[in-house]
């Protein structure tokens, strides 16, 4: 009878007691708990000798979400940590940062047409069977030119980089095959250039960077910003002193030998400038008072442009859903749009839910061994994980995506 009465008593209990707290939930929408395996992640990773720190940002509309430097901003020759306004190489990141948005500004005022032919722009670009590629083509990686030009011999220059394009001999018709190509944004650099009588640099800072207090977004960094840049690796060949340890100097070969400015790499951020410039997108083209493009113009910019029997998804310099679209992992909606940068960064947009994730590495400091795909990916996971009240748009969207048959079965894994 006593164990009887003792059981009721706590059954009692129980029912009057309140029920457990629900996950904690940040302002922002996200539940904190998970949004908290970040750490987890990118600490593994550091462990493994995959890089050798971070900064990653998880934005949502105007709120700021999660902040967290990791690690180390450099390792060799002295070991200093990792800061949130650490400065990184940006890499690929520059074709969407820097160029696709001159261009869509150029668009938008009527300079530059997306079907013209870039020979309109760069007389003699028409020779060798390349009279029809135009600004589209560029834009979506479709103009049939190689990943590269040539760097066995020692080059150096410019305009030597956009003589030796004038000169390729493309691979397939305009508009047959994707193929990922630094050649084609170098040349949309020059378009920007020649339409606007500015280089690629000055438009973009005074057009973009400037207007959206992106202070810290430069191609060739001052020296007073160095020691907050994180280094890449050691330099080899045309345009660096044997075996110094690049800092503030862009990683990438070509862009390197065309003096730090190109349409395809050498612009250097840090998370707090790209946070605003993906707000400004989120906002569709504006932040504060600075208007940079119409809502039609990133809603164009931003939306699938390839044709439809290509399996590779490209928008306008954006990725949606190709062979490199695997570092966006594997919860982010149909409809978000991002790029990668082969130094260790990438940024994830998704418009409906106004969630963005900047990522920012040096994963080839020191040795360049490092690899960060796999983390992006999971990175990006974790915080759609993380995300709650999405609303019913999200899935109103798949719903609609799901009807348009891009071709895209798959996301393998290719890291750049």
């Known amino acids: 009878m006593r164990s009887i009465t003792l059981l009721a008593a706590i059954v009692a209990a129980l029912a009057a007691a309140p029920p457990p707290a629900p996950p904690r939930r940040e302002a922002t929408g996200f539940e904190a708990a998970r949004l908290g395996r970040i750490d987890v992640l990118v600490d593994e990773a550091i462990r493994a000798k995959q890089l050798p720190g971070a900064v990653v940002l998880v934005g949502r509309g105007d709120n700021v979400a999660y902040l967290k430097a990791y690690g180390n901003r450099a390792e060799v020759p002295a070991v200093e940590p990792m800061t949130l306004d650490t400065l990184f190489d940006l890499a690929s990141l520059t074709k969407v940062v820097a160029t696709t948005t001159s261009v869509m500004i150029l668009v938008e005022e009527g300079r530059i047409r997306l079907n013209d032919a870039v020979a309109a722009f760069i007389p003699g670009f ?92 430069a191609f060739n960094p001052p020296a007073s910003l160095r020691p907050r840049i994180a280094p890449t690796e050691a330099c080899a060949g045309p345009g660096c ?33 790209l946070s605003r410039f993906c707000r400004m997108l989120l906002h569709g083209g504006s932040l504060g008072s600075a208007r940079i493009l119409g809502p039609l113009a990133v809603a164009r910019m931003t939306s699938p442009a390839t044709p439809p029997e290509l399996r590779d998804v490209r928008a306008f310099g954006w990725d949606l859903d190709s062979r490199f679209a695997s570092n966006s992992g594997d919860l982010l909606p149909v409809g978000s749009f991002g790029h990668t940068g082969f130094t260790g960064t990438s940024i994830w947009i998704d418009p409906l839910t106004g969630v963005y994730v900047v990522f920012l590495s040096s994963r080839l400091h020191p040795d360049g061994k490092g690899d960060v795909t796999p983390l992006r990916a999971r990175v990006a996971t974790a915080v759609a994980a993380a995300l709650v009240d999405v609303g019913p748009r999200v899935a109103a969207r798949e719903a609609g995506f799901a009807r348009h048959d891009f071709g895209a079965a798959s996301r393998p894994a290719a890291p750049h």
């Open 126 to 217: 028409e020779r060798y069977g390349k009279g029809g590629i135009t600004i589209r083509h560029l834009l979506t990686h479709t103009s049939g030119l190689r990943g590269d030009i040539d760097l066995a011999d020692p080059w150096t220059g410019y305009a030597t980089a956009i003589a030796r394009a004038v000169e390729e001999v493309p691979n397939s018709p305009p508009g047959e095959r994707f193929v990922y190509s630094d050649i084609n944004f170098f040349l949309l650099g020059e378009v920007v250039a020649r339409v606007s009588g500015m280089g690629l640099d000055r438009f973009s800072r005074e057009r973009v960077f400037a207007p959206l207090g992106m202070n810290d977004t």
């Open 241 to 273: 002193p044997p075996g110094e340890m690049l800092r503030g100097v862009v990683h990438d070969p070509t862009a390197r030998r065309m003096g730090g400015v190109a349409g395809h790499a050498g612009l250097f951020s840090d998370a707090a400038d």
